[in-house]
């Protein structure tokens, strides 16, 4: 049972940590985690924002470096002028979680020796 709440704050502890990794100019489209890879698909409008997020994933506790960007992709911007869309940086991060190390249970109170019998006034003899 413990174990099981101890695995109930993980999700929310790994949305907490994302959410507080992402930089301006870069954004999230996918999130999934399967056994305790977590994979994260966004877009970027540059590298360095990409770089940072990267970064600040592996600033904490919660998952386990290194954090791997396994695709990106330039997706080149259309048109000219005002109506110009920018270059869009489209990415696959791998992660790890961080697990913690479930707590060894405490031995159960083993047999000792047996007791010395005790030791008491010896009635006088009647």
């Known amino acids: 049972i413990e174990e099981l709440r101890g695995g109930q704050s993980i999700p929310v502890q ?6 507080r990794s992402l930089p301006d100019l870069l954004w999230l489209t996918s999130m999934t985690q399967t056994d305790s890879q977590v994979t994260l698909v966004g877009s970027s409008r540059t590298l360095m924002a990409l770089s940072d997020f990267v970064g600040n ?16 992709q330039v997706q080149e911007g259309k048109g000219s ?13 791998r992660a790890q ?30």
């Open 57 to 72: 994933l592996g600033g904490g506790s919660v998952l386990r470096r290194p954090i791997e960007i396994v695709d990106s």
């Open 14 to 19: 790994l949305l907490d940590h994302v959410s």
């Open 97 to 126: 979680l961080n697990r913690p190390e479930p707590k060894p249970e405490e031995a159960p109170a083993g047999r000792g020796r047996p007791a010395r019998p005790a030791r008491g006034r010896q009635g006088a003899p009647r």
């Open 81 to 93: 002028g005002a109506n110009a869309t920018p270059d869009l940086i489209q990415f696959t991060v």
